[in-house]
């Protein structure tokens, strides 16, 4: 899953102007991808989604592609690439929304079938492949179930923001849910309301 987190991590650094540098990463069974052919760039999943705006003001938002609805702030913008690695193609997807003091993220791969991978080792992989691409200190780590899927729910922090995360597992494909806020600001309701409302539609 290296370069889901790769990207998540890039996504929210520059959401909120931090400085960027290079990190070494943790062990994680996603293979490395090899130099030829490059990276691809894809074109940002549009099949059948839409957003509903709800009484609370913020959007309810489902992706088809994606099989998961939320609600968010305002509808977000989706972001997707391919990379080709020696065990095949994988494709990660991002979707983002900032609002004054919080930057919300949706990301989730798909891994080429022939692809098999350990299922807690991509879950502690992600969370500390993500901890260490915003240049953060975990604070808080648990494994957890939720909806009945396997996951971790972790929380770090930076010098100015409190990242909360949850990873899953819905058979091959691992989903993470971000909210990134500035710190001293309560982002409880916030936090309640996205990650409550993140459900994932059955194939």
């Not at 931090?18 to 030829?36: D, I, N």
């Given at each position: 899953?290296?370069?889901?987190?790769?990207?998540?991590?890039?996504?929210?650094?520059?959401?909120?102007?931090?400085?960027?540098?290079?990190?070494?990463?943790?062990?994680?069974?996603?293979?490395?991808?090899?130099?030829?052919?490059?990276?691809?760039?894809?074109?940002?999943?549009?099949?059948?989604?839409?957003?509903?705006?709800?009484?609370?003001?913020?959007?309810?938002?489902?992706?088809?592609?994606?099989?998961?609805?939320?609600?968010?702030?305002?509808?977000?913008?989706?972001?997707?690439?391919?990379?080709?690695?020696?065990?095949?193609?994988?494709?990660?997807?991002?979707?983002?929304?900032?609002?004054?003091?919080?930057?919300?993220?949706?990301?989730?791969?798909?891994?080429?079938?022939?692809?098999?991978?350990?299922?807690?080792?991509?879950?502690?992989?992600?969370?500390?492949?993500?901890?260490?691409?915003?240049?953060?200190?975990?604070?808080?780590?648990?494994?957890t179930t939720i909806d009945g899927y396997?996951?971790?729910?972790?929380?770090?922090?930076?010098?100015?923001?409190?990242?909360?995360?949850?990873?899953?597992?819905?058979?091959?494909r691992p989903y993470q849910i971000v909210?990134?806020?500035?710190?001293?600001?309560?982002?409880?309701?916030?936090?309640?309301?996205?990650?409550?409302?993140?459900?994932?539609?059955?194939?």
């Amino acid at each position: 899953m290296k370069k889901f987190l790769t990207i998540s991590a890039i996504a929210l650094a520059l959401s909120y102007s931090l400085s960027a540098q290079e990190h070494g990463r943790p062990r994680s069974s996603t293979p490395a991808p090899t130099p030829v052919p490059p990276r691809t760039s894809t074109p940002p999943t549009t099949l059948r989604d839409s957003s509903v705006r709800d009484v609370s003001g913020w959007i309810k938002f489902s992706s088809a592609a994606g099989r998961f609805s939320v609600l968010m702030p305002e509808a977000p913008t989706d972001k997707a690439e391919t990379t080709q690695s020696e065990h095949g193609p994988y494709t990660t997807h991002l979707f983002i929304v900032r609002d004054t003091i919080s930057v919300y993220l949706i990301g989730w791969v798909d891994y080429d079938p022939s692809f098999n991978f350990n299922r807690q080792a991509e879950l502690e992989a992600n969370r500390d492949n993500f901890v260490k691409g915003i240049n953060a200190t975990l604070l808080t780590s648990s494994p957890t179930t939720i909806d009945g899927y396997q996951a971790i729910e972790f929380v770090a922090e930076t010098t100015e923001r409190v990242f909360k995360s949850r990873v899953y597992l819905v058979g091959r494909r691992p989903y993470q849910i971000v909210i990134g806020t500035t710190k001293g600001k309560d982002d409880s309701v916030q936090t309640s309301r996205f990650f409550n409302s993140f459900k994932i539609t059955p194939s």
